[in-house]
Every structure is written in structure tokens, then in C-alpha cells.
């Protein structure tokens, strides 16, 4: 059964393309030959054990490559990857070759038993392990350097011979989900586990994390309405609200650890073992031996490394940060001018006048915070870390700080330097409704119709009448490898988060902006959903168990959020009156008031558990039966042992 | 070389007894008689595989039995519980008899290679997971009821058919340890190794935690001298001790950390893993089938544990807590007394008066403390937690809430509601000086003094002038059986807690209590050190890799510090003069000041890593084996199916 596949073996049936290989024109044979002998090369002799085949095209050969893979090859790699599956009775398991008969839905000739994602996945990484055995170059290339360990597909990759991996669209699959997805007007939950089954664990748990935190605000947004509709200015009605929304805020985020729990424990990833992180691609260095490895690669001195990090990195944030402030300033004036314009002509444009200033500003806002992102991803990356973890631990801090002061800092500026709550409460809508307008429009929408436009060329070019569904592989090959690459779910979240930020930290002041962000969300659901079905490249699945640092950024800007919302209802002319004697009592009982609720808040996050009580009997369940079956190994062990020692 | 000894066997020379067991008086023959059948038994038949003898006392059998093990017993039994050694190449590794040869200093003849704690570590381990087969009740004791899996010892020891089960001293090390502790006058660090050698790991962390806070607080105490000695009271100088203070005690927890991977690497507990949880002995329930483990067993229903914690517990504690406030009054009332005393008065006996309030009160606060820890534990107790872990957060809490109101409730009030600086000072001076003495008198000289008393009663009743280290086993087990029983580091923990309560609440009021806190704790480890090896029972070791919720406990009181001492601050009259025309700036600084020391400290937890870059690289090292050998496995595993498949 497990035959290894020559490349030329095109003609077999049921080969099933999972991943697409694009190497650079005009790659040399002996290139090809040795990487394409090494891809379909047996396990043993150092191999990937795949099947690949060259996509013929009409016009000419284009160096593109289709990888499958056996079927029992497939489940070989789901052990090695460590998948979990859920068993016959229910329960989550690591799957294993040798136990596959207890999993659920698994026969022999059922090949949907791995999900689509799973299956490229698996080729990805174990594309992603083919290591160089030998060879102190990439043949043909002698300045692209090998050492014995080192990825293969990462120094073709970095060495520009590998232009791109992707993974193939499964047309009649992606139809069907984005039918059940945005296809029907329809009130209702996401269809999460077909998204998971497609996209992978992260993506669907970005869609799911996006879906919980839309409904999570909708109770925000019930309150927020009467507020605006009646014009309520007592100041009980505020603290109340205000309350209400930091308790309640503190709730929604240990809640979603629940829900993140339930639904990775159900994908598998809750169980799933980290896998050993290799270097990123991009990693360079003198060679030198790993101290954990023992395995001679690249190292970086970490010295080498602060210094780059604090001598160039950290000045240069502090510069852009300085010219977000700067540019501020010019908000101001220009707002100041507008201000004494609409004073001096007192006309419906000058009051429309008013505005420009703050759209201005939300639309150079969202240009400087695109820059900088291209400027932080430069750095860190140039900053060289070693693992992939690290570089987005770096990347991340850069990018929110910066962003948290740009896009807040006026706000900031307005409530407790201006002490003006009416600019405060324009200048936050303007703000908000510009930055979703802007999203939305850069985010989904243009790249859509710019991806539209290019099909309708392509298909003119191909001169081809066919529908989606009845392109042939090569047709779908050459229209997906011009897509663009979606980025990972970074902006996605940054989005998410920002947003929090305009609705948690003011909240007291413009209690729409939670209806505004209910809005957005529903129509970010369906732009995105757009984007990921029909404007990038199928991203291969990544599995995950939790949104990771970001849990950690929307709890910090909650507990910014108390101290924010304490202070402007201390400062609201209504708590005011209540001391009109003595000024301190009032900033005495509101840092009471603060100190209390980020009491609370600390206690209700100690005290809510992380998992639900029942993924907790499971895991504790799971731990057990791994004890145990450790201990039978023990006990078996030492009984041969003893029967050894006795006997002989 | 494995043979099962029958527990007659008492002649064997080279058996080593490490634990005593003690049945009670009156028990019967066949229980006798099936308890060490189960002993000795072979692992094969559901046994210990242990060694046992009665031992024989001069005044008639006393049912006292002492367990030891071969040497290959103890081996087998290191893996079992999985301990963790050093290799010969300085890694340290889980400890398994296939590999003993790569460990330091194995060789088959050094029977040092496992510590007497370890050995006494397993055998009480053993001992503990001798299960119930297919018993169902303790042979003569129809009452005590079993069931398949329950722990015999745990059956026993609750029907009281089992005394106690202690390990023994070792006379020979004991000496050399109290030389080298405690035994000669000199400067330098606690032979923290061989503490942990003797008493085992929390024992030893403990001691170790001891030593340095008590390094830590000196920086404090050098800083707070001049302070009393030139009487300073300029604002700037209390505002940089107060901030020093803070910002310190961030660091020394963070550090602390650091230290505590370095030790529980070095004496593998860090790696060691944890074993699955067994019911606590107390625990009792309806037969029913656990969901985890699916064995039949005790279950207690949790809706029923939950209502015991809030309908009974939680009112109690409250009502404690009322019941402590009401007696503060009274303190308060009896100071004004004796204040008016002194006015009257103004004679030296009146003023030395003056200190008698505080006095008494420190003493009824101990009172107190200890009254209100029988009730919790009795409380808990009767909630009927099922896991040991459970029963002990739970105390932990209901302990550490009443004792920080009891001890620190006059010390806010007198701060904060009587603004009352001098009479502050005075009653942190009393408080912490009497709870000191008190400590140290109550847990360690008293018991001390008891004990000598009680040997030299002994020593003349069995008429006897031999000493310590040529006593007969005999004499010795029947002089260590009468030792008190130590009940775990929890009372040592928490007299530490409230005394950096004593010294990081007030610090910027009181700067000598640094003084006092680093005097008392350097004879805090000679007292501790002295009860530790004359006045109780050996303990059993218990490994452990962290101090666990007192670093939680520590950080929380240094959290509220920061809000007391910038309050303190803020209310000196000497800050004040600084703001003559408006008090509300003098507030909003504070609170200015309170909020960015707070953010400072969150950053730096943040910031500093929690476990040194080469303990961290050698916990990587030892990942990437681990995976890696499973790779291998995975792999070999693969090739032999492929074989199979290609080959059949």
C-alpha cells in the first residue's frame, strides 16, 4: 500500500491535490529533481513520503507542483502532528495508528476522517521537516547554504527558489460554507465547526471570539439607548451605567475563557501537545552549537539582540510616539479654527465644519497606525529573534502601545487637560464611526472588488465560460496563486481591541458607542467571512487553544477603563453639586469607589473558574487515565524485572 | 535478591528501619496478621513488598512495627513516585531503574544513593497505596468498611485502629546536622542541602524562604535606621523610603521565584511530576462511581459541600470577624482609659501604663488567631472537601481573611479614621514586638521546655545513663513516638505574612519595624531549627517545587501597601504644608503617585522572568529530548508498520 509515488506518477486516479507549490521561472532541473526526489522520498531514507505532481498548463510550464498524500500516510501524520479526535465514547483523545479503530466516524475507506484542513496541515508540516541530511547546499545554488537539521522549505523560501505554498480551495466545500455562513439572511450563530473544519482552529476561533464579544456588548448597547433617546444627564443613571459596564466588562472576559475552553476542548486543541519550536524562517546567524539541541545551527548573540532592542527599537517607538503626539497638536489648532470659523459665520456649513477636523484626524490616525505597522514588523524583524513566539511578543507590544496612545491619546487630552465633555463626546464618535467606516472599506471591501475585477480579467484572458465550481485544477491553481495571502488574525483582533478601548474607556460619557460597535461587529462578521471565502488564498490551519496575549490586552484595558470612567464621573458637574463643600471628599469617595471596583474585579477573576466544570472532570479524567497507564507500564516493567532478577 | 520477608523475620543484620507504625493497644491478632501479610506481600499479590518486625520492648508488646526495605525495593520505589536525580553529566533526570547507571553516584553497593527522607518518602508512599482488593471490611473490625481501591492505611488510621505512622530519626546525621545548623556560633547561609536531606523539600524551602526574606528586609533595615536615630521627619526623605519599600518588596518577591527554580531544580522537584490527587483521609460520602476515575468510591454531593460553605462557614467567619472588631472597641476604650490615667497622673508608672493597652491586645490577638485556626479547621473539615488541595485553599482563606482583619483592623483604624500618627507607631511597635515574643515563647521554647522535661523523665524511668546516639532502637522509637506531631510549615508561613504585613503596611511610619522583623527572624531560625530536630516526630518529607499560594498571599499584602503608604504620605502634615491653598491637589498627586507605583510594580512582575535563563534553557533541553524521543518512538514504531504493510 504505501508505495512511494515517482513525480511523474500523474495518471493515478485518486490522487487527491491538497497543497500547491510554486517554485521561482527558470529554477534549475537539478533543483527541482532533488527537492521533488526529497518530497516523495521514503520516511526512512530522510523523505516526506508525499506525492507530488507537476501541473501542466496551457501556456507553458510554470514550475507549479501539487502535493497529496497517501491516505494511510495521512493518518501516520496525524500522530506525528499529535491531532486529538474525538473516540467512540465521546471522549477527546491523541490519536495513534494503532488505536484509530476507537475513534469516532473512522473506517478504513472513510477518507473525510481528517478534515481537509487537517490533511494540509499535516503536508505543511511535514513539508515544513524535511531536513537537509548531507547537503552543504541547496544543489544548483551554491550560495544558498544547508547544514545537517535545517528546514529545507525554509532556506528555499528565504533563498527566493520557493516563491509560495498554499493550500488548495476545496470549491465545492467553500460554497457550501459560505452558503450556511453569509449566504442567507438568517438570525442565528455562525456555523463555528465548519469553519474550524475549513479555516482551521484559529481563524474560527477569531470568528468565534468576534461573535461572543458582538452578543457580550449588546447588553451595553440596550442600556446605552435610553441614555441618548431621553437625554439622561443624572448623575445615577451615569455611575450606574458606568458600573455596570467595568463589572460587567470583567464578566464577559473570564466568561470567554469558558467558551474558548468548551470550544477547544471539542476541536482538539485544548489537549493538543506544543510541538518544539523550531527558529523562524528568517533567523540568521554565525554557526554554533544550540544549547538545548546540542544540533549545530545559526546563533544570535542575545546581547547583540537587547542592544538592538534598546538602542534602536525602543528610541524609535519613543520618536513615533512622540510624533503621534505631535500630530495632536495640529488636531487641535485645527480644531480651535474650525471652532472660531463656525463662531465667526454661524452657518449650516460651518457647523458642518465642526466635524472635519476629527474625521481628518480619524483618517490620519489609521494611515500612521498602517505605516507604523509596516515599521514595527521592519524592526522586529530586524531585531532577529530566534522563535516565532518571541518576534510576536515583540511585534505585539510595539504595535499597541503605539496604536493605544495614537488613536486615544486625544481623547485623553480632551477629558483631562481640556475638561471638555461635549468635544470629548463628538470628537469619540467621530473617531469610532470613521475608524469602522475605514476598516471596513480597506479591510474587505476594496480588496474584494479589486479581487473581483482581476477574476473577471483572468476569466476573459482564459477565454473560459465555466462557472466556479467546473474550473479545472489548473484553471483554480493559476486564479488562487495571484490571491493575496491573508496576514494572520493580528489586525483582526487589533481592530477588536481598539474598539473595546473607544467603548470601554469613555463608556460613562457616550453611552452609544456600544451600539455602534454591536453595528460594526455584525457587518465585520459578514466583511470578513467575505474576505476569508473569497478575497486571500485558503490560509492553512493553525491549531491553537486560546487567543493567547490577547486575553491579556483587553483585561488590561479594562482595569485602564475603571480608572478612566472613575475619574470623568468624579468630574461630571452632577457628582460635583452632591460636594459642594468640600472638593476632597469627592476625590477621596471616587478613588474609594475605584479601589473597590478593582477590588471586585480582581476577586470576580479569581474566584470565576477558567474552565467550566465539566471540561474540567474531562481533562482531570484524561490526566487519570494517563497516570494509570503509566503506572501499568511501571508495574509491568518491574514485574518482568523481578521475574528476571528471581529466575536467573 | 527480591524474597518477600515474613514479618517474623526479624534476625535479617542488614535491615534498616526507617518508619515506625503503631497499632493500637488491644488490636486484634487477625488484623494484625492480614495488615502485614499485606506488607510483605509480593507487588504481583496486591502488596507493599516491604519489610516489617514487631519490635520487642522491654515492658511487654506494645503493637509498634518497624518497616523497612530492601535495597532494590527503594529503587523500584523511586521510580514509582517518580523522582527526579542528577546525572552524571549534571542533567537531572526522572529516575528509572533501566538507566540508574547514568546517575551520579549509583552503584549498586552505595545504599546512600537514595537519602534516608527519600526512603522514607517511598515507603510511605507504598504504604499509602496499599489498596483494599476484595475486602470488604478490616478483618475484626466488621464496622470499618472497605471497598476495591480504598487505601488500608487511610481506613485504618481513621478508625483509629492505626495510631500513627512516623519515620525515625537518624541519629548519626541528625547530630551533624544540628552541628552545622545551629550547633556552633557562626555568620553565614543555612546548610539548606542537607536540611532537605534530613527533612525533605517544602521543610527545606521553608528554611530557605526564611533566610532570604530575612536577607531581603536588611536593605529596609539599614534604610530605616537613621530615620530613628536622627529622628527624620522631612517628607521628601519618607516619601523615597516609602517608595524604596514598595518597589522593593516587588522585586524581592519577584526574585524569590528566581531562587526557588534554582533550588527545586537543583533538588528535582521542579520537574518532578505531580501524582493524580487520591480523596483525603477525612473525606466521607455515599458509595457511588467517581466520573474521573469510574471507580466506585465515596462521593459527596458539591451543591450540598457549597451550601455548608455559605449557609454555615461564610456566616460564621463574618460573625468572627464582627466578634474581632467588637474587641478593638474595647482596645480603644482601654486605651482613653489609660490615657486619662496618665494625665491625671503623670507619674512613670503611669506612662509605662501607657504601653499596657497594646499589650493586652496583642496578647488576646494571638489568643485569638489560635482559637478562631482550631474552629477553621474544624469548619473545613466538616465542608468534607474531597481533595487535600481543596481542603487547604479553603482553610488557607478562611485563615489568612480573619487573621489580616484581627492583626491589622486597629492598626487602619487608628491610620485612617483616628489619624492618630504617634499613637500608630506606638501600636505597631507594641503589636510587633509582643507577637514575636509570643511567637517564639509559644511555638518553639515552651514545647522545647516540655520536651526536655519529658525525656529526663523517661531517661530516669527506664533507669538508663546512656546517651543520645547509643540508645537502643528500641528506647528510641518509644522516646520519639511521645514527640509532638509537626502539622506542616502552614503556622510558619503564616507568622511570616503578618510580620511583612507589620513592616510593608506602615512602613513610611514606622521604618524600625524592619529592625525588629530582620532581629526576629534570625532567631526565628535558630527557634524553628530547634523544633524542628529536638521537640518533634521526624516529619515525612513531602517534594515540593514552590512555597504555592503564600507567594500569591505575599504579593496581594504588597499590593495593599502601596495604597496604605501613599495615603500615609499623602496625610503628613509636612506633604500637606506643600499644598497650602488647595487639598485637592494634594489628593489627586497622591493618587497620582499610587496609581503609577502600582503600574511600575504590575510592569516589573511582568517584566522580570519568573525562572533564571539557565534554569529556563535546561528545562528546554530537556523538553526538546523528551519530544524528541517520542519522535523516535513515533518513528521506529512507523517504519516497523511499513515494514509489515509492504512485507504481508
Known sequence: ????????????????????????????????????????DKKANGGAQLLIKPLVMENGAENIYLVGASHLRLLLGAETVGLVKECSDNSMRTFTYSSRKTFKDFADDNHNFLTMAECQYIIKHELENLRAKTEKMIPGYPQAKLYPGKSIVRRLLTSG????????????????????????VKVGYQPLDDIRCYFGETIAL???????????????AVIGIPYY????????????????????????????KRICAILTYCWGTLLMKRQFEEPRPGFHGVLGVNPVTGREEPVYSSLK???????????????????????????????QWALDYHKENESNFSSLMLYVPSIIYAVVIEIMNRIYRYAAEFLTSWENH?????????????????????????????????????????SLATLLITSQILNQFAESLLPYWLQKRYNRRMKKRMCSQKTDTDMSIAEQVNMEKEMGTYLGTFDDYLELFLQFGYVSLFSCVYPLAAVFAVLNNITEIYSDALKMCRVYKRPFAEPTANIGVWQLAFETMSVI????NCILIGMSPQVDALFPDSKMDLVLTVALVEHLILAIKFIMAFVIPDKPRDIQMKLAKLEFESLEALKQQVRAFQMQLHFLLIHH
Chains 1, 2 share one sequence.
Open 1 to 40: 500500500v504505501v508505495e512511494s509515488w515517482s513525480f511523474l506518477d500523474t495518471v493515478e486516479s485518486n490522487f487527491r491535490p491538497l497543497v500547491v507549490i510554486e517554485l521561482a521561472k527558470g529554477t534549475k532541473e537539478e533543483t527541482i529533481e532533488w527537492f521533488t526526489k526529497r518530497i516523495v
Open 161 to 184: 527558489i520557493l516563491v509560495q505554498i498554499f493550500p488548495l480551495h476545496d470549491r465545492e466545500e467553500l460554497k457550501k460554507l459560505r452558503h450556511s455562513w453569509y449566504g442567507r
Open 206 to 220: 477569531y470568528f468565534g471570539f468576534l461573535e461572543y464579544f458582538t452578543f457580550a456588548l449588546i447588553p451595553m
Open 229 to 256: 433617546v431621553f437625554a439622561w444627564e443624572d448623575y445615577d443613571k451615569y455611575v450606574m451605567f458606568a458600573t455596570f459596564n467595568l463589572l460587567w466588562s470583567t464578566v464577559i472576559l473570564e466568561v470567554w
Open 305 to 335: 539582540r537587547q542592544l538592538r532592542i534598546y538602542l534602536v527599537s525602543l528610541p524609535f517607538v519613543c520618536l513615533c510616539l512622540y510624533f503621534s503626539l505631535y500630530v495632536m497638536m495640529i488636531y487641535f489648532d485645527l480644531e
Open 386 to 426: 530566534r522563535l516565532e513566539s518571541s518576534y510576536q511578543n515583540h511585534l505585539i507590544l510595539k504595535v499597541l502601545v503605539f496604536n493605544f496612545l495614537n488613536c486615544f491619546a486625544s481623547l485623553f487630552y480632551i477629558a483631562f487637560v481640556l475638561f471638555d465633555m461635549k468635544l470629548l463626546r463628538q
Open 561 to 564: 477603563s475603571v480608572v478612566t
